[in-house]
């Protein structure tokens, strides 16, 4: 069961912290609290999509060379258990959603019916899958906000979908090199993509995400917002970290799980860290509250 709840990919919800650090509340121990809860609520909402997402594709995920070593399709997970954890978990996350308001528990059941509109319809849409995925991100960050009761600047969002179908779109492409001509077989909407199409939308992207979070830093609201027009100094970090990651998916046919890979490259998660703790440092520089 824990297997099957994927903990490796609830690395993915940390984004739901992006509100506390940006909004200025890392410092507030009630507004910490109620980040964790909604970390932990978004946790438990994603092990129910997992959960029902390996259920209604069992049959095909046998036929993967990877995913057929999933619990449920290698019937280590009986349907019936699987089902009756996701209804549990279900309750429990919603019932977290409503202790931290209205806002963040329409976010929840937003986050919730997206996914399962990705399962049932929308990852059978050629492009509409790489978006419905980049969108549950962006309701991540949101909820977040509606958590600490903080507003998410518009940037931030925008940052987060661009960041998001970028790997999307790299792990697209690691599933059509992997399986080759047999991709279709496996997964449908494989077969709309080509590695051409998917590097052009890679490179339309990764440019856009870099453009997207440099205007971010060198804002006038950003540098109001902070008192610091110095947070440019931390571009190179996400120019490294992209990068890093088009030559992990390149020349090392990495990228299938993005959440996997930032543990296992050292070199990616030094990036990633180094680039948090710098932007902590600067937002909350004594010299931002001496204004």
């Known amino acids: 069961m824990f297997l099957a709840l994927r903990p490796a990919q609830w690395t993915k919800n940390l984004i739901v912290f992006a509100a506390l650090i940006f909004g200025q509340r890392l410092l507030d121990a009630g507004s910490v609290l109620r980040a964790v809860v909604a970390f932990t609520a978004f946790c438990a909402l994603s092990g129910v999509v997992y959960l029902v997402n390996d ?25 019936g258990t699987a089902t009756v954890a996701a209804a549990v978990l279900l309750a429990l996350a919603l019932g977290a959603a409503v202790w931290l308001g209205v806002p963040f528990l329409l976010h929840a059941a937003g986050y919730v019916a997206l996914q399962l509109a990705y399962s049932l319809v929308l990852k059978r849409q050629v492009i509409l899958d790489v978006l419905s995925i980049a969108l549950g991100f962006v309701i991540r960050a949101s909820a977040g906000g509606a958590a600490v009761q903080v507003p998410v600047s518009q940037w931030l969002l925008v940052c987060t979908i661009l960041l998001a179908l970028f790997l999307a779109l790299a792990k697209r492409r690691h599933e059509i090199t992997l399986l080759g001509d047999d991709a279709a077989r496996h997964r449908a909407i494989l077969g709309e993509y080509t590695p051409y199409l998917v590097d052009q939308m890679i490179s339309v992207v990764s440019a856009s995400t870099i453009m997207g979070y440099a205007f971010y830093t060198v804002s006038s609201d950003t540098v109001e917002r902070f008192g610091t027009s110095w947070l440019g100094l931390t571009l190179p970090f996400p120019l490294y970290g992209i990068f890093r990651y088009l030559y992990l998916v390149h020349r090392r046919s990495q990228g299938g799980s993005p959440t996997e890979l930032l543990l296992a490259d050292r070199p990616l998660l030094l990036c990633v860290a180094l680039w948090g703790a710098t932007t902590i440092a600067l937002i909350y520089h004594p010299w931002t509250f001496a204004r």
């Open 55 to 79: 259920i209604v594709d069992r049959d095909a995920d046998r036929e993967h060379p990877l995913k057929r070593h999933r619990p449920i399709a290698a019937g280590d997970l009986a349907v």
